[in-house]
Every structure is written in C-alpha cells, then in structure tokens.
C-alpha cells in the first residue's frame, strides 16, 4: 500500500504530466533525477504520518486505567520536587500499576488469555475471566484472588451474542467500571477449503469476530460515562499474511483488525483507546487443537510476551504491535507483503502445497453431489 501511495504522490505531485503531453507510465524507482527525489520524500512523509497515526493521542487521562506520558513526567518532577530519587526502573513500575482497575478478558482459561489474567493481577487488576472450561477458569481466578480478591470468572460461549452482552453487563454489576477489554477469545480453523462447511464459517465469525463487535459495543457506553478505557483486540499475524487451509481464520482476525481500525477513528476524542495485537508463533494449546496437522515447525514464543506487549501498547498508547517484535520470518513476510505478494503466495504455496490426492476427491465428491465438507465417507 506505501507503495501505491508513493506512485500515487508522484504521480499527482509537482513536475507530474502537463496538459497534452504524452507519457510512458514507468514506476517512480525506474525514472531518473527529482522523481526519485519525489518518490523519497513521498515515502518519508507516509512513514513518518504512519508513525504519528499508532502512537500517543494526545487526551490521557487517569481514568484511562494507566497513567498518561504527560502524567508521567508530572509524577517525576513531583518527585525530584520532593527529594525522592526515581530511577527508570522505578518510574516503569509505577506505569505499570493496573491497581484497583477492572480488566475483562475473554478465552481465559488457557494461553495468552490466562497468562493475561495473571499478569493483570499481578499488577492489582481485578480480572473478569471468560471461556466455556469453568474447571480452568476456576484455577485462574484462583491465582488472580491472591492479588485481588474481587477477581471472578464467567463461564460461557462468547459466540452467543446475549451471553458476551451479559459479561460486559455483569462485570459493571459486581465491579461498576471496566477499564480494559481484552478481546482474546478465538478457535483456530486450519483446515482445507474443500474440507470446510458453510457452519464452521459461521462458527468462526461469530467466535473470532463478532463476539468482541458484541462486548466492546457493550463496553463503550460504560467507558464514555467513566471517563475513558481500553480495548485490546487479539488477532493474529495471519490478518497480514494468509498461510495456505487458513481462509476463514485469517478472514475473522483481518475482519476483527479492520473493526479495530474503524473504531480507532471513530472514538477519537473519547479517550477510550484501542490497540490492536498481531501475534506470530505463540507457544499455546491453540497448536494441539487444528484440524489438520501445521506446516509450522518453527520456533514458538511464551504467551507473556504477547501481554507485555499489551501492557506497553496500553501505555504508551500505541495502536498496533507485532509480537515477537523481531523475529525474521515475520518481518521477511511484510516486507514480502508489500514489495512482492506474488512471491510471498507462491512461497507459502510451496511450504504447504495442495495434496494431489485432495483435489482427487474433492472432484469425486462434487461429482457425487456433495458440498464442500462432506467428507465423512473419506
Ligand atoms: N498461539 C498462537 O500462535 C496465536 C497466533 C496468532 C493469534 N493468536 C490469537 O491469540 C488468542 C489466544 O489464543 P491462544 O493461543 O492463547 O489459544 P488458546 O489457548 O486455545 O486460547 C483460546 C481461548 O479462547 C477460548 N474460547 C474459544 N472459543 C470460545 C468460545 N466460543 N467462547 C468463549 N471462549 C472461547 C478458549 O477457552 P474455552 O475453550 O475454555 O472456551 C481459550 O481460553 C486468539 O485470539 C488467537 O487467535 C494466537
């Protein structure tokens, strides 16, 4: 897209076309002398507007949950007025306090969303935990109650509308407030298109997506009578880049990153902020529970880094992370996405190919009549 928007910059900026003058379309690296000039400047202006579009608003407030940069830097030279020494560790830790805020987290019982549940606690979060596994549930909030003890858990399917309305509902029932949403839940549909049923589309939407449409436009209103909040909505890096028999999941996380987006724009000025999350390989149950076996055999990163990115993101206001930050394949793969998507396609391609035998039947079973995923006589 930079791209584009660079072509875009010189093809209408200055020195560009003038009336009656015929010209070869060429891409901006293949002219010579001030449009290259042009096409850098362009580039640098995208990045740096880029830049200015994920990081801090400027309305930070203390009932965003975490103090604001402004807030900070009071706190210091409150502190240096008072004779106290603070050190960047200290500040950092003081930042840091999530205590006697409200956290909701949906798909706690395992993964990013319990290693979440912990770590807010840690930090004096009163956490709400939400999945169906009660019995997992409940040995989170256990953990969680030794440092808040109002911490509880709601044990339900958030793919049923009227039941993530009710956590939102029940949460500022017992707690009155909810300071960050952690939009987590999600199942993972790895599996060949022509394996697939129209239901478990369905299924995925509902689960990956409109579950935190659901609970964030019940949280908003609560977070407009309170001042401000934070909603954190967990995708996956597959939103970027599409890995072969992942259509529906990625379509869910690119639908739940454009939501995040769209509501980035549309609370401006509300102090509710929004961060979206891209993780890459996170070593969790997610892995054990595909429906076909993973190409994947990479590395795999601990869940807390995911909640420290949160952490930061919620922090320094940023909108947008990737996590693990720098890992090679992952930054290889944007930049593929951008500079060569028909080589990172058919790459990925290569990596996991289509089996032979698979098209066989799939032919065989349409030929037979059936629809895509009737594939129980296999
Ligand atoms: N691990 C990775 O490599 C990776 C990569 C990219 C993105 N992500 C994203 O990170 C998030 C957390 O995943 P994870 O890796 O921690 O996997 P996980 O351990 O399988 O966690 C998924 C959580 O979602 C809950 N959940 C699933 N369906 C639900 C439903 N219908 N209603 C309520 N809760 C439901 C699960 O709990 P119950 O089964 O008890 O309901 C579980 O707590 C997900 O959004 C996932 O897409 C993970």
């Known amino acids: 897209m930079l791209g584009a928007m660079c072509e875009l910059f010189v093809a209408v900026g200055p020195g560009s076309a003038r009336a009656g003058e015929t010209r070869t379309p060429?891409?901006?690296?293949?002219?010579?002398?001030?449009?290259?000039?042009?096409?850098?400047?362009?580039?640098?202006?995208?990045?740096?507007?880029?830049?200015?579009?994920?990081?801090?608003?400027?309305?930070?407030?203390?009932?965003?949950?975490?103090?604001?940069?402004?807030?900070?830097?009071?706190?210091?030279?409150?502190?240096?007025?008072h004779g106290v020494r603070v050190c960047a560790s200290r500040m950092r830790k003081v930042a840091e306090t999530f205590a006697g805020k409200v956290?909701?987290?949906?798909?706690?019982?395992?993964?990013?969303?319990?290693?979440?549940?912990?770590?807010?606690?840690?930090?004096?979060?009163?956490?709400?935990?939400?999945?169906?596994?009660?019995?997992?549930?409940?040995?989170?909030?256990?953990?969680?109650?030794?440092?808040?003890?109002?911490?509880?858990?709601?044990?339900?399917?958030?793919?049923?509308?009227?039941?993530?309305?009710?956590?939102?509902?029940?949460?500022?029932?017992?707690?009155?407030?909810?300071?960050?949403?952690?939009n987590n839940a999600a199942i993972s549909k790895h599996k060949h298109v022509y394996h697939t049923r129209a239901e478990e589309a369905e299924a995925v939407m509902r689960i990956n997506f409109l579950s935190a449409v659901w609970t964030t436009f019940a949280a908003i209103p609560a977070m407009l009578r309170q001042?401000?909040?934070?909603?954190?909505?967990?995708?996956?890096?597959?939103?970027?880049?599409?890995?072969?028999?992942?259509?529906l999941y990625a379509a869910s996380k690119a639908a739940l990153s454009a939501f995040t987006e769209g509501l980035w724009h549309d609370l401006e000025g509300s102090n509710i902020h929004v961060v979206l999350v891209h993780p890459g390989p996170i070593d969790t149950e997610i892995w054990l529970k595909?429906?076909?076996?993973?190409?994947?055999?990479?590395?795999?990163?601990?869940?807390?880094?995911?909640?420290?990115?949160?952490?930061?993101?919620?922090?320094?206001?940023?909108?947008?992370?990737?996590?693990?930050?720098?890992?090679?394949?992952?930054?290889?793969?944007?930049?593929?996405?951008?500079?060569?998507?028909?080589?990172?396609?058919?790459?990925?391609?290569?990596?996991?190919?289509?089996p032979p035998e698979v098209l066989e039947k799939a032919r065989a079973r349409s030929r037979a009549g059936k629809q895509l995923g009737e594939v129980e006589e296999d």
Request: proline share 6%; hydrophobic share 45%; with cysteine.
């Open 26 to 81: 060429r891409r901006p690296w293949q002219r010579g002398g001030r449009a290259d000039l042009r096409f850098v400047y362009g580039a640098v202006a995208i990045a740096l507007w880029q830049r200015g579009r994920s990081v801090a608003r400027p309305e930070q407030v203390a009932s965003d949950g975490v103090l604001g940069a402004g807030q900070r830097e009071a706190l210091l030279v409150s502190e240096r007025a």
């Open 103 to 182: 956290v909701l987290i949906t798909g706690a019982s395992s993964g990013i969303g319990a290693e979440a549940a912990q770590m807010f606690a840690e930090r004096g979060a009163t956490v709400v935990a939400v999945a169906r596994r009660a019995h997992l549930l409940d040995a989170v909030i256990a953990n969680c109650r030794k440092h808040t003890p109002e911490s509880f858990f709601l044990a339900g399917d958030v793919g049923d509308r009227a039941f993530a309305e009710s956590i939102v509902a029940t949460t500022l029932e017992r707690l009155g407030r909810i300071d960050v949403l952690v």
């Open 227 to 247: 001042g401000g909040g934070n909603i954190v909505n967990v995708s996956s890096f597959a939103a970027k880049v599409t890995p072969p028999r992942e259509a």
């Open 290 to 354: 595909e429906d076909e076996p993973p190409s994947y055999r990479g590395k795999k990163y601990p869940p807390s880094i995911v909640v420290e990115a949160i952490f930061d993101c919620i922090q320094r206001r940023l909108y947008e992370v990737t996590v693990p930050r720098r890992n090679p394949m992952l930054m290889s793969a944007r930049f593929l996405r951008l500079a060569f998507p028909s080589l990172l396609r058919w790459g990925m391609q290569k990596a996991d190919p289509v």
